[in-house]
């Protein structure tokens, strides 16, 4: 056996992993979920999970608890028949839209981003005062996630105002926000 016919065998290895690679970026490049204004990859990782289908509450009472870095399919009522803290702050139709609300558990205070399969409007309340976004973003063409806002939460029970929706569901979750991201 020459020297060259042992090099080939270990050479073939290397370039098919470099030919796997380059495919692997090709189809990164073609997923309308990758490139946006952030590194999604923790969310995309959510959403491509099978949720937990949870109805969305239709005052602060009836809102169930989610948690972080899970992922939930809420169930929205008519926002006709939403109680919400305070008004969307965002004014709407509400002909024909669905609404809801949910009670977030923030494990500690930071920044955290909340993701959605829709572009519809959210607002997040704590003690009785919304909690303004510091940034947000969409993907056209992505619904794992479409639409991410992020907020500086506190440690502990805030809530998510869904409202505006034109579905009846939506696919909902909260991640801490890597440090680049805002």
Known sequence: ?????????WLAVPL???LLSGATVAAAADDPCTGGKWDVTQEH???LKAPEAVPAGHDLASAPVIKAQKMYELALTPQSGVTFILPPSKKMLADGSFAGLVHMQVP???SYRVSLDQGFWIDVVGDQKFIESTDFGGMSGCNAPRKVVIFTLPAGDVVLQLSGA???H???????APAAAH
Not at 170 to 176: D, E, G, Q
């Open 1 to 9: 056996m020459t020297l060259r016919s042992r090099a080939l065998p």
């Open 16 to 18: 098919s992993m470099l």
């Open 45 to 47: 990782a959510l959403f």
């Open 108 to 110: 500690t205070a930071g």
């Open 166 to 168: 034109a579905k009846d």
């Open 170 to 176: 939506v696919r909902v979750t909260l991640t801490p």
